[in-house]
Structure formats: structure tokens, C-alpha cells
T-cell receptor, first 110, second 112 residues
Framework: QKEVEQDPGPLSVPEGAIVSLNCTYSNSAFQYFMWYRQYSRKGPELLMYTYSSGNKEDGRFTAQVDKSSKYISLFIRDSQPSDSATYLCAMSEWDDKIIFGKGTRLHILP | EADIYQTPRYLVIGTGKKITLECSQTMGHDKMYWYQQDPGMELHLIHY???????EKGDLSSESTVSRIRTEHFPLTLESARPSHTSQYLC???????????FGPGTRLLVL
């Protein structure tokens, strides 16, 4: 079993819809949880960074961490065509060795 | 946008050639990383450095080597390229532990 599982998609939703992206993990020692966005032919850029359980909101983006279920989510409200990208979940223990998911390809349809 | 640069962006090269992928950052970050990413697959850490003269192998075995002679520079070298080295190589840096890792744009390598 991989440490981090993420559905690769692709996920296609109409513009304006709420998008839900998810990852599950097996290592209960993970403390830091991240979501990266990667546009085609670019490097990943950090979207959200959370420590331990709970919610974090930044504009149209909300990250949720449920450590009891080993499940993290990223919600995108009022999705835009510019949100079309691959979204990578990532997590780490106490050090900075990050374990990445495979990424979910998201297409927002105009 | 993060100040981390990678050259070349694309490289097509024949088997057996020696190649060096360049990575530079102007943020004064102590920690730097090299990841390998194949299409539809996870990023895998292949090398990292905590500072000048510090280099460590990552979780994914790689035939490449790295050096860290200057804080801002973290080149990756393949002594003899093979088709199995075809991949995207991403460089990243961070200020310290639990700090955000900033990624460069990547180098897409194709070995014929």
C-alpha cells in the first residue's frame, strides 16, 4: 500500500462549480499537510499548508485534514478555467521529507 | 513567483553522454532538493542538501550525483545518460525545516 493515495482523474467540472479533491494516507505520523498546484510544463507551487487536523481557508480554497480518518481534502469554490491544473497532495512527518500523491488532473469547463 | 531557476528546460541527448542539470536560487535558502517526476506519477526525492558541502541521497535510488559548493547552486550530474533516465527533474529549495518548498520550472530530459 502506498503511503499516499490520490485519484489521478481527470476530473472535469463546469465553471462555477465547487471542486472537491481528496487524498488518503496510511502513515499516522504525518503532521504537516500540503496542497500543491502544478500547471502543465511548470513546477509545483504551494497552495495550502496545514499542521495537524482542522480546516484552513484562503480565498476560494479550503483545506481540511481529518487525522482520525487519515483523509485530507481541498475544496475550490467558484471554480474558474484558470484553476485547470494538476493538484498534488503532500505530507510529511517532523522533518522536511515530503511524500507526494500522484496528483489529480482537474479541468474546469467554460 | 519563487526565485529558483533551472537550465536547460528541455534536453534531448544520446545514450552515454554526460549531462549536468543546473539549479540556482536567489533566496538564500539553506535547503535544496532534487525530485524526479514521471508523467502521472508521484514526485520522488532523489537528492537533498542542508547546506554547503552537505548532500544526501533521497528515497528513490538514482544514478545521478549532486554537489553543493555554493549556497545558491545545486547541480545534478549524470555521468552516462541512459534511456531509463528520461524523466522530468524538479529542483526545490526551502528556508528551513517545515518551511515551504519552492520549486523551479523543471528540466525535461529525453535520452535517446
Amino acid at each position: 500500500q502506498k503511503e499516499v493515495e490520490q485519484d489521478p482523474g481527470p476530473l472535469s467540472v463546469p465553471e462555477g462549480a465547487i471542486v472537491s479533491l481528496n487524498c488518503t494516507y496510511s502513515n499516522s505520523a504525518f503532521q504537516y499537510f500540503m496542497w500543491y498546484r502544478q500547471y502543465s510544463r511548470k513546477g509545483p507551487e504551494l497552495l495550502m499548508y496545514t499542521y495537524s487536523s482542522g480546516n484552513k481557508e484562503d480565498g476560494r480554497f479550503t483545506a481540511q485534514v481529518d487525522k482520525s480518518s487519515k483523509y485530507i481534502s481541498l475544496f475550490i469554490r467558484d471554480s474558474q478555467p484558470s484553476d485547470s491544473a494538476t493538484y498534488l497532495c503532500a505530507m510529511s512527518e517532523w522533518d522536511d521529507k515530503i511524500i507526494f500523491g500522484k496528483g489529480t488532473r482537474l479541468h474546469i469547463l467554460p | 513567483e519563487a526565485d529558483i531557476y533551472q537550465t536547460p528546460r528541455y534536453l534531448v541527448i544520446g545514450t552515454g553522454k554526460k549531462i549536468t542539470l543546473e539549479c540556482s536560487q536567489t533566496m538564500g535558502h539553506d535547503k535544496m532538493y532534487w525530485y524526479q517526476q514521471d508523467p502521472g506519477m508521484e514526485l520522488h526525492l532523489i537528492h537533498y542538501s542542508y547546506g554547503v558541502n552537505s548532500t544526501e541521497k533521497g528515497d528513490l535510488s538514482s544514478e545521478s550525483t549532486v554537489s553543493r559548493i555554493r549556497t545558491e547552486h545545486f547541480p545534478l550530474t549524470l555521468e552516462s545518460a541512459r534511456p531509463s533516465h528520461t524523466s522530468q527533474y524538479l529542483c526545490a529549495s526551502s528556508k528551513g525545516s517545515q518551511e515551504t518548498q519552492y520549486f523551479g520550472p523543471g528540466t525535461r530530459l529525453l535520452v535517446l
